[in-house]
């Protein structure tokens, strides 16, 4: 069975920082790409972040460049999120997912984590 869970939500003040995880299982996702999205209430989910299999490749929506920062370890199967200068904005839940080739489109995407909460107050 294949999983991808996510931890690391939590409560923190603007301005403050957050690492998320998110282990996979049931296979190896060495090869995929993986990336973290975020839905608010009310809004739609949104793509945040993705990287590509080595590491080599990442890219970021608008709205957290120069403060988030994406990585994974393969060896562990795991994907990181650093959430830096967190504002309110960032408010959502925060889930990681899994394709098979480059794309912030998440559709494409064919696993999913459960999601973790993350509430910045201000």
């Known amino acids: 069975q294949v999983q991808l869970v996510e931890s690391g939500g939590g409560l923190v003040q603007a301005g403050g920082s957050l690492r998320l995880s998110c282990a996979a299982s049931?296979?190896?996702?060495?090869?995929?790409?993986m990336a973290w999205f975020r839905q608010a209430p009310g809004k739609e989910r949104e793509f945040v972040a993705r990287i590509n299999w080595s590491g080599s490749s990442v890219y970021y929506a608008d709205s957290v460049k120069g403060r988030f920062t994406i990585s994974r370890d393969s060896a562990k199967n795991t994907v990181y999120l650093e959430m830096n200068s967190l504002n309110a904005g960032d408010t959502a839940v925060y889930y990681c997912?899994?394709?098979?080739?480059?794309?912030?489109?998440?559709?494409?995407?064919?696993?999913w984590g459960q999601g973790t909460q993350v509430t910045v107050s201000s």
């Open positions: 997912a899994a394709a098979h080739f480059l794309t912030a489109s998440a559709q494409f995407y064919n696993y």
């Open positions: 049931g296979r190896t996702f060495s090869s995929d790409i």
